[in-house]
């Protein structure tokens, strides 16, 4: 009995892995065995394991794999790959000059510099400084705390993005190096600075890009619309790219895609909504008595806007081109001319009775 005893332990002993913590201590390359303290401990760290890169020191790493926790406590710098499937907590300086892929769990306490692909498909959560220099794709949970400086490519398809953010450069929902559907969520307020450049993607009346953002958008920039796989949208449809508890402010460059004759696309800004609707350019095929008998002219105009074809008065308004409402009045017979001097040289869109008039101040 006692000898069976005996060699059960032997054999679990045997069989058990003992949890290592490995520090680096000092200045160099990842594979300088001499600062490594035990031992080295290789390029996968296991999931047992614990590396430490201790404060003092400078580090540079290629090709790294982590399935345990790895602690910087240095200046570590990564110029190749580097997969966490585990825990990675920064306390000083990461410079990240390749792909870094999360998987797991990353925590900034300090700063981040990112200046290549950074892939999250876990939990990212910023407490101190990331700097995003470069292709940001957040596929999963974004928690931000602290400063994130976004001047590259951001996109995804994410389940949370918490704290405010700051857009001033490129954003798309869903793959961008592949153009695709998605959606995109901001779970406090989205600021959009003049800088920003927003595209969105439409393949069907049903598949959209979406931008969501639960409590406030405010809107500038630039916003670009693509139609995917040669989607023809229809007269009538509409198409919600963004919602938001409260919306201020517009776009302030629009560029949409050219639809077949006839038709084309205009954006309108509602309280919490931003949407794309197909209307029609012309209207040429309204059998309208009234809209037959309009005319405007000169078109285009300078100075004076003449409605001719009215025989009783009418409530017109006037659009931009963007869909914001820019005045409202009631014309007549007698009264039929709009001074033009209010507004900048461009596109716009007189409605009246629900019949859209195109013009164009120059």
Known sequence: MRTHIFLLFISISFFSYTQTTYTYTGSGDWD???????SYPGTTIQAEDEVIVSEGSTLSILFITNNGKFTNKGITESRSSFNNNGMFINENTFGQRSTFNNNGTLINKNTFNSDSTFNNFGLLTNNG????NSFFVNNSELQNNGTLIHRS??????????????????FSPGNSTSPSIGRYLFNENLNCSSSALITMHVLSISEIDLIEVTNRA??????TVNLLEDYDPEIGSTYTILTAKSIRGRFTRVNLPDLA????????YNVDSVVL??????????NSALFQKIKLYPNPSSHVLHIDGLIDSKKIAIY???GSKLS??????????ILLSSLSKGAYFLVIDNYYYRFVKN
């Open 328 to 337: 409202e009045r009631i014309i007549g017979p007698g009264n039929n001319e």
């Open 320 to 322: 931009s081109y963007l």
């Open 261 to 268: 004759i006839g038709k084309e696309l205009r954006i309108v």
């Open 277 to 286: 609707e197909v209307i029609d350019s012309t209207l040429s095929t309204n």
């Open 32 to 38: 300088e065995q001499a600062n490594w303290s035990p």
């Open 153 to 170: 490519f951001m996109f995804g398809e994410n389940s949370s993005h918490t704290g405010d953010f700051e857009l001033n450069s490129l």
């Open 129 to 132: 400084d990331w700097n995003n």
């Open 218 to 223: 405010r809107l500038s920039g630039s916003l």
